[in-house]
């Protein structure tokens, strides 16, 4: 029998935060708002508290009312994560930290520090290979098992394994997790969610109709805001509702595609192997500006962001070995519209010049006329360099005008 989990680490971010301030767990908390600079708060204590030689190693210490709070935030940075404690005021993810600030004044503000969290998703990733090989990297925080074949997989539909895998995380890290195990991947992932924090959901086929049914559709990864607009425009708003429709009628109102797709995933039907390899379709890089900058006026500024951001996917590309043929570029005005160009030229490239040049023209099909907030280099129609004849073997120069 099939069975596939969705491991998903309970406020991974948070999480990682609270080894070294056991102090903040619990409290509301959100992270975001730029880098870690732990040496400016040790500076801070020394300089504020001096009764007391502060060091790293007394981060546990720290008193709670010394932590800087939201409502003191003043940018335009957008919050990484929300601890639970955080939650029930309306704050979340991707949310923009002067807002938040009106949700929650007093939720406590960290910055974020991606090499930690690196190393404790690396961490626990192997813990995960040790006893599962077949596993699915799907970002910093989350992955998909294969369970079928492992000893212990298929006992009490999978929890006896996800039990081993929850404690030898925990020993290993200090970290909780949350796993869904279902027949496949879709449907762990909607049961990850059933039971968090550091909780185990099993779900069988049988399950369908008194488990995922009675679920918002929107709680499909894949059934964005508008799509569920258009579901609840016809009535259906639940993925049981959405199982009574006719995939006739699904298609003739929603495509081919998605319609056929709608109709399965309503079904409990997904054939998708866990994949523990992949290759990416694009490398981009992007930077929100700290105050919205003008195309003329502030030229040279974003001439030299676009010059790094081009350097930036070259490195990427070369690095990991791969080439591109379509180059594209993002913009966010002050409006916050989005407008996006891309170009396919005649051969892959992993070139810094090339790519800069082509982004370039790109950038030139775009009216300029509002001020911008973020600007994004991407490279698609990947391909690996060793697969292909050699290329982008001139030095590159990356004086070329932009922003004209």
Known sequence: ?????????????????????????????????????????????????????????????????????????????????????????????????????????????LPVDFDQYRKYSRAFKQVIRDIAPVMEDRGVDEVYIDFTDVPGGQREGGRVLARLIQKSIADATGLTCSIGVAPNKLIAKMASEFNKPNGISIVFEH???????????????????????????????????????????????????????LHDMAWGRDERPVVTESEPVSMSRETTFERDLHAVRDKAALSAIFTTLCQQVAGDLQRKGYVGKTIGIKLRFDDFKIATRDQTVAEHTADAQRIRQVAGQCLKRVPLDRRLRLLGVRVGSLARQSDLARVGDSEPNLALPLFQ
Request: net charge positive.
């Open 1 to 109: 029998m099939r069975r596939i989990a969705h491991l998903d680490m309970d406020a991974f971010y948070a999480s990682v935060e609270w080894l070294r301030y056991p102090q903040l767990k619990g409290l509301p908390m959100v992270i975001g708002g730029g880098r870690r600079k732990e040496d400016d708060l040790i500076g801070r204590l020394n300089a504020e508290r001096p009764e007391r030689h502060w060091t790293s190693a007394d981060l546990a210490d720290i008193p709670v009312d010394f932590f800087p709070l939201l409502r003191d935030y003043v940018g335009r940075g957008v919050i990484t994560t929300a601890t639970y404690a955080a939650r029930p005021f309306g704050i979340g993810s991707a949310m923009g930290l002067m807002k938040a600030a009106k949700l929650c004044p007093q939720a406590i503000l």
């Open 207 to 261: 399950d369908l109709e008194r488990l995922i049914w009675p679920l918002p559709c929107r709680k499909v990864n894949g059934v964005g805001p508008k799509a569920d607009a258009k579901l609840q425009g016809h009535g259906i708003h639940t993925i049981g509702e959405l199982a009574a429709r006719e995939r006739a009628w699904l298609i003739a109102h929603f495509g081919k595609a998605y319609g056929a797709w």
